[in-house]
T-cell receptor
Framework: AQRVTQPEKLLSVFKGAPVELKCNYS??????LFWYVQYSRQRLQLLLR??SRESIKGFTADLNKGETSFHLKKPFAQEEDSAMYYC??????????FGSGTKLNVKP | AAGVIQSPRHLIKEKRETATLKCYPI?????VYWYQQGPGQDPQFLIS???????DKGSIPDRFSAQQFSDYHSELNMSSLELGDSALYFC??????????????FGEGSRLTVL
């Protein structure tokens, strides 16, 4: 069965420190993975998807099929990065499975 | 650019009452998803529609029903409301091409409070 695991409920870092939000998945098919971000009192919005291989707001994520991971990284965290981050798996072409989310808190 | 519109944004109901939430997807989006997010919880998938037909069903209670209309807007009907139904209900839309869905675009959510 498909599953997405985000092991950290809360991640606190200081401004300027590197940050890595972990995401592991299990899916027997070919995965498509996304990171969604939810800033305080705002809607969920797409941050990046693995097929586009972009860097958005300084964040990158690489799909590692060997480790079944799609960790989100940023070398220098900013206070405005504080938000909830959800890793999501698209499976069976039109179904999404969201992880439980990681709250990133960037301290000044 | 047009986004996903949800109404109402806030709704307060008593136990055992009925509530209806509406979702207007982005123009030309043919797929609608409903998610429920309880306080401090992750979004739970309820139900989805593609071209006005139900395409998938998640953890939607039997007290809830939903449909997608000819103009692609969707409504989530909730009856016999319980305290535990208090949550933020998100609608998301996307385009499905050759059976494959692109990214989800979320609305701002409808916050339901059941007293």
């Amino acid at each position: 069965a498909q599953r997405v695991t985000q092991p950290e409920k809360l991640l606190s870092v200081f401004k300027g420190a590197p940050v890595e939000l972990k995401c592991n998945y299990s899916y027997s098919g070919s995965p498509e993975l996304f990171w969604y971000v939810q800033y305080s009192r705002q809607r969920l919005q797409l941050l990046l998807r693995h097929i586009s291989r972009e860097s958005i707001k300084g964040f990158t994520a690489d799909l590692n099929k060997g480790e079944t991971s799609f960790h989100l990284k940023k070398p220098f965290a900013q206070e405005e990065d504080s938000a909830m981050y959800y890793c999501a798996l698209l499976y069976n072409f039109n179904k999404f499975y969201f992880g439980s989310g990681t709250k990133l808190n960037v301290k000044p | 650019a047009a986004g996903v519109i949800q109404s109402p944004r806030h709704l307060i109901k008593e136990k055992r009452e009925t509530a209806t939430l509406k979702c207007y997807p982005i123009p030309r989006h043919d797929t609608v998803y409903w998610y429920q997010q309880g306080p401090g919880q992750d979004p739970q998938f309820l139900i989805s529609f593609y071209e006005k037909m139900q395409s998938d069903k998640g953890s939607i209670p039997d007290r809830f029903s939903a449909q997608q209309f000819s103009d692609y807007h969707s409504e989530l009907n909730m009856s016999s409301l319980e305290l535990g139904d208090s949550a933020l209900y998100f609608c998301a839309s996307s385009v499905t091409t050759s059976g494959h869905t692109g990214e989800l675009f979320f609305g701002e959510g409808s916050r339901l409070t059941v007293l």
